[in-house]
């Protein structure tokens, strides 16, 4: 479970948001979708999202070959102070 946990915050850091730049821009999986993924060692990390201000996607973590873990998420962006 901790190279899992490991592995998905490695991931999170070379995805989209990340600043580090392991990620790897692949084709869309859906219509307008971005997507990126993310190898090291036995794992994989598939994040596929749509939309920029308004955004929803989902990320899919495999050890190998075979799905662990997933999450699907929805965010906006916010202009201003909260």
Not at 44 to 73: M, N, P, R
Request: proline residues 2%.
């Amino acid at each position: 479970m901790e190279n899992l946990e490991r592995f998905i915050i490695k991931a999170k850091a070379n995805g989209w948001v990340g600043a580090e730049p392991g990620g790897k821009k692949i084709s869309s999986a859906c219509l307008s979708s971005l997507d990126v993924t993310f190898k090291e060692g036995d794992f994989f990390c598939h994040d596929s999202f749509v939309g920029l201000s308004d955004f929803c996607g989902q990320e899919h973590i495999y050890y190998k070959g075979e799905a662990v873990w997933s999450q699907a998420y929805f965010g906006c962006g916010l202009s201003g102070p909260i």
